[in-house]
C-alpha cells in the first residue's frame, strides 16, 4: 500500500473521505459567534508581494520574495528530504519558501488542533475536509475564507465552470461565512466503493452485480464454489462499507452518518437510525452474516495504517473476493494476487456502489482537500500575496499538472492531444507507473506528495495517472449512478453547538455499537424498537427539534 493511499489516524486513502464525512457530525455544526474571524484586513495596504494583475490561469510570482509558514504531515514511509525537487521548483517559480512545521502522520488530527487551540499554527493548515474547520471558528481562531475570495480568481473560476457554487454555498456557518476552501474536483465519484475480483464474479457468478441484490446473489455462488471463503470484507470496522451502502436504502451511515440527519422527504430533517431504509440495510447484511457470506473480522479489527492487511491476505488466499477500496486498494489486490495466483490469472476493478431499494445512487456530490488560514493572517504585510499564492497552488490548473508529475519535459511529457506520460526514466510506485525505473517522483521529488497534489483536480488530470479501468468506473458511475442531492445544511450557533454536542455524541455512539451487534447477531433484530427506545431515551427528539431549528432558519437567512 502506498503511502498516497494513508491518512492521519490510521486509515488508508479510501478512509480519508470517512473522515471528512465522520467530521460532518457534531463538529461539522459548530458555529461562528457574529464577531469571528478577527481584524479587519485592508487588502491594498497589505499587499506587499502581491502581483497588480494576478488574474486566472496566469503564473503567479511574488513581486517580492517572502517566506510561508505551512503545517506539514509526514508519512511514515515518505520522509521529507531537502533534495525534494518539489520545494525548490515551486519557491523558483513563485518566489515563496515553504517554512514547514511536521506533525506526524499517527496523530495529526489531534497535533492540528493542540497547534489551532494554542495559537501556534502556521499560516496555511492543508489536508483538510469539510466540517473539519468547524470546531475553531467561534474562537476566531481561523480566517473567514468568504470574505476574500474576490481575490482568487482561479478559485472563482472553476467554482463556476464545475458548477460548485451550490456546494460552496453550503459550506457557511451560521454567520453566513465559510471558513475553508476545498478541494475542487471536476468529477465526483466515490473513491472508495467494492473492489471485485472481476475474473471470478464472472466466471462462477455470471457477471458484475449492480444492486445489492444481485451482490448477494452472486456471494451465495461464490461461496459455493470457494467453501472456505467469507466472500464479502470491508477491513474498516464496517465504517467503509456501511458508508458507502447507506445510500442505496436512502440512509446515512459509517463514515458519511455526519449528525445523521436525513430529508424526511416533506422539508423536514429525520435522525437516520430510526428510519425504515436504515433498518432495512441493517437487516441485509446481517442476513450476510448469517449465511457466512460477510467476513467479520474486517467489520472489527481497526486499520493500524498499513492498508488493506487482513484483507488483503484474505483476498491474496481466495477468501476474500470483494472488498471495501478505492483504486489504490484495487492495485494493492493485484500486487499480492500477483504472488498467489500468478500475473494475467486474475482482474481487480472497482466497481460503482450496487444500488438498493432507494434506487442506483450513490453518495452527494463531495469536495477533497482543502485548506484554513491562522486568523493571525490578517496581520500580515503579505497577505494578499498569499491569497494569490494559495489561489495558484490550489486552483490553477498548470500547477496542479505541475504537483501531480514535476516539471514538463524534466519528469514527463505531454503531447498535443493532453496526453502526459511518465519519461522512461522516471516511476510513481503509488500508481504501479514505470515499475523499476530509477527514481520515485513522489519519494524521491516530493512530487504526487499527500499533503497537495490531491486536493483540486480536473477530469483529465485524473484520469491521467489512474489505471484505464479506473477511468471505465468513473464512465460507468457517471452513467448509471445518480449522486444524491447535498445533506442539508443546518448550522449551529454557539449556544445551540454545546447543546448539541450533549446530545448527539451518546446518541452517535449508541448507534454505531448496536449497528454493528445488530449485523454481527450479537443482538437481536427483534430488539430494534428497544434500540430506537433507547435512542428517544437518550435525547433523540431534543436533538432533531435542534437540528430542525437550526436548518430552517438556515433557508430563512440564505433563501
Known amino acids: 500500500m502506498s503511502v498516497f493511499e494513508r491518512t492521519p489516524g490510521g486509515a488508508t486513502r479510501r478512509g480519508v473521505i470517512g ?32 502581483m497588480e494583475d494576478f488574474a486566472a490561469d496566469m503564473q503567479f510570482t511574488a513581486t517580492e520574495a517572502f517566506t510561508l509558514s505551512v503545517l506539514w504531515t509526514d508519512w511514515p514511509d515518505l520522509p521529507i528530504t531537502d533534495k525534494w525537487q518539489f520545494f525548490k521548483e515551486i519557491e523558483k517559480r513563485t518566489n515563496v519558501k515553504m517554512e514547514l512545521t511536521n506533525i506526524p502522520f499517527s496523530d495529526a488530527t489531534e497535533k492540528r488542533s493542540l497547534l489551532i487551540s494554542a495559537g501556534d499554527a502556521p499560516t496555511v493548515i492543508p489536508l483538510v475536509y469539510t466540517g473539519e474547520e468547524n470546531s475553531f471558528v467561534s474562537s476566531g481562531a481561523i480566517l473567514p475564507m468568504s470574505d476574500y475570495v474576490e481575490h482568487m480568481p482561479n478559485f472563482q473560476k472553476y467554482v463556476e465552470e464545475w458548477d460548485l457554487g451550490e456546494m460552496i454555498d453550503n459550506l457557511k456557518q451560521a454567520d453566513g461565512k465559510y471558513y475553508m476552501l476545498p478541494g475542487l474536483q471536476e468529477v465526483s465519484v466515490p473513491v472508495f466503493t467494492v473492489v471485485i475480483r472481476k475474473d471470478v464474479f464472472e466466471s462462477v457468478a455470471g457477471g458484475v452485480p449492480e444492486t445489492w441484490d444481485e451482490m448477494r446473489e452472486a456471494l451465495v ?37 455526519g449528525n445523521g440527519m ?11 437510525p430510526v428510519t425504515e431504509g436504515y433498518k432495512q440495510m441493517v437487516e441485509f447484511f446481517r442476513g450476510l452474516v448469517e449465511d457466512g457470506l460477510l467476513d467479520t473480522d474486517s467489520m472489527t479489527a481497526s486499520n493500524d495504517g498499513t492498508g488493506g492487511g487482513s484483507v488483503t491476505e484474505k483476498v491474496a488466499a481466495n477468501l476474500v473476493f470483494a472488498a471495501s477500496g478505492s483504486p489504490g486498494t484495487a492495485i494493492e489486490f493485484q500486487q499480492a494476487l500477483n504472488e498467489t495466483v500468478g500475473e494475467g490469472n486474475h482482474e481487480v476493478v472497482v466497481i460503482p456502489p450496487p444500488g438498493g431499494p432507494f434506487g442506483q445512487v450513490c453518495e452527494p456530490r463531495n469536495f477533497w482537500n482543502g485548506f484554513m488560514l491562522n486568523a493571525e493572517i490578517a496581520e500580515s504585510e503579505n497577505f494578499l500575496a498569499i491569497l494569490q499564492f494559495l489561489d495558484w497552488l490550489y486552483y490553477n490548473q498548470e500547477a496542479r499538472e505541475l504537483l501531480r508529475w514535476g516539471v514538463l519535459d524534466e519528469t514527463y511529457t505531454k503531447d498535443a492531444s493532453g496526453k502526459i506520460t511518465l519519461k522512461p526514466e522516471f516511476r510513481l510506485d503509488a500508481y504501479n507507473i514505470n515499475a523499476g ?19 483540486s483536480e480536473s477530469r483529465a488530470l485524473k484520469e491521467s495517472y489512474n489505471s484505464p479501468a479506473f477511468v471505465e468506473y468513473i464512465d460507468a458511475v457517471l452513467s448509471s449512478r445518480t449522486p444524491r442531492d447535498p445533506n442539508p445544511p443546518a448550522p449551529l450557533d454557539e449556544m445551540e453547538l454545546e447543546q448539541s454536542s450533549l446530545l448527539a455524541t451518546p446518541l452517535k455512539d449508541a448507534v454505531d455499537t448496536n449497528t454493528l451487534k445488530f449485523i454481527l447477531g450479537d443482538r437481536d433484530i427483534a430488539e430494534w424498537d428497544a434500540f430506537v427506545g433507547e435512542l428517544e431515551a437518550a435525547g433523540l427528539q431534543q436533538y432533531v427539534d435542534l437540528i430542525n431549528t437550526a436548518r430552517e432558519r438556515f433557508e430563512e437567512e440564505n433563501s
Open 437 to 455: 525505473a530509477a527514481t520515485d517522483i513522489q519519494k524521491d521529488l516530493g512530487w504526487s506528495n499527500a499533503v497537495f497534489a490531491d486536493s
Open 262 to 272: 436525513v430529508d424526511d422527504g416533506s422539508g423536514k430533517l429525520v435522525y437516520t
Open 221 to 257: 455462488k461464490i461461496k459455493a464454489e470457494y467453501p472456505d471463503s467469507k466472500p464479502l470484507a470491508d477491513g474498516f470496522e464496517g465504517m467503509s462499507m456501511l458508508n458507502y451502502a447507506s445510500h442505496a436504502w436512502g440512509a446515512r451511515a459509517g463514515w458519511g452518518f
Open 19 to 50: 473522515f471528512s464525512l465522520a467530521a460532518s457530525g457534531v463538529a461539522a455544526l459548530a458555529a461562528c459567534s457574529d464577531d469571528g474571524g478577527g481584524a479587519e484586513v485592508d487588502v491594498d495596504a497589505q499587499s506587499k508581494g502581491a
